[in-house]
């Protein structure tokens, strides 16, 4: 026998159609910082406008505004015996660079999260330390140390720059992989063990799909800072080794046509391009619980 109440409210079931937020409602971050944030994106986009703009510049100098819209300086840049060996040869590096500074920094990463050892916040520290340095400094004291170890046959060769970029572009890698390597639950992979998988299938089948955000993240920008590093390029190029950003320096120096910023244009394109592909074929929303879209 069942009794009614009568102050017992009735009960509605749950319906597919229960009300959830509106997305109509007001954005929760205020007005004025959405408005601060329009303001300092058009500011920092402003100089890659100019490069673009005196790039298809008509004259004959690097000028803003521009005196006319003109290809003449893209065929230029496509046919030039400079700036294309440039950056075909930053692409190169940079290539090379994103997968050594990947491949080291997601172990790196892998191994700062999962082992407690003492110590363990200095050797994080030592880690990021290249993100505060200069890289003036940094180029400096390797163009110094190659010099004085000559049996390494680093100083002035292609080998040499490659290892000053993985130096700057590995912690990026370390912080985004670690970041995504904290929000990860470690007993799915411990699940995993336990059905009789080993350390490396467990980790290419259950972590690596978990934190493919995080390395896709740290290789993207080990790829754009290597592309762009002049600092390193300045201490530790070569004639037959010239970076993109070194080029367009000396040729700023001495020429100040707007070839330079025709390779500047194709330069911002393969950075735009690159962030457009990566944002396809991974989800972002999933890195570190933020929301990119």
Excluded: C
Aim: proline share 8%.
């Amino acid at each position: 026998m069942s009794v009614i109440t009568k102050d017992a409210p009735p009960f509605n079931p749950p319906t597919s159609a229960s009300p959830r937020r509106n997305d109509k409602d007001p954005h929760p971050v205020p007005l004025l910082f959405r408005i601060i944030a329009v303001i300092t994106f058009a500011y920092l986009l402003i100089p890659a406008v100019i490069v673009v703009a005196a790039g298809l510049n008509s004259g004959t100098y690097l000028t803003f505004p521009p005196e006319g819209i003109s290809l003449k300086w893209v065929r230029g840049f496509l046919t030039s015996d400079t700036f294309l060996p440039a950056y075909l040869f930053s692409l190169r590096l940079a290539f090379v660079t994103m997968i050594i500074s990947t491949v080291l920094g997601t172990m790196t990463s892998i191994f700062l999260t999962r082992v407690a050892f003492r110590g363990r916040g200095v050797a994080r520290a030592f880690f990021l330390a290249p993100l505060l340095l200069p890289g003036v400094v940094i180029g400096l004291a390797l163009y110094t140390y190659y010099l004085n170890m000559p049996w390494l046959h680093l100083s002035r060769t292609f080998w040499g720059m490659m290892l000053g970029h993985v130096l700057v572009t590995m912690p990026f890698v370390i912080g985004t992989v670690s970041a995504s390597l904290y929000g990860f639950d470690l007993s799915l992979e411990e699940a995993a063990r336990s059905l009789g998988s080993g350390p490396l299938r467990a980790f290419f089948t259950v972590t690596l799909p978990n934190i493919k955000s995080g390395i896709s993240a740290g290789s993207l920008f080990a790829f754009i800072v290597s592309f762009g590093q002049f600092d390193l390029s300045l201490m530790l190029s070569t004639p037959n080794h010239t970076p993109l950003p070194f080029a367009m320096y000396n040729s700023l120096r001495y020429q100040f046509e707007p070839t330079s910023a025709a390779a500047g244009t194709f330069a911002i394109l393969l950075v735009v391009v690159s962030m457009l592909l990566t944002s396809r074929m991974t989800n972002f929303s999933k890195f570190g619980g933020m929301k990119f879209s």
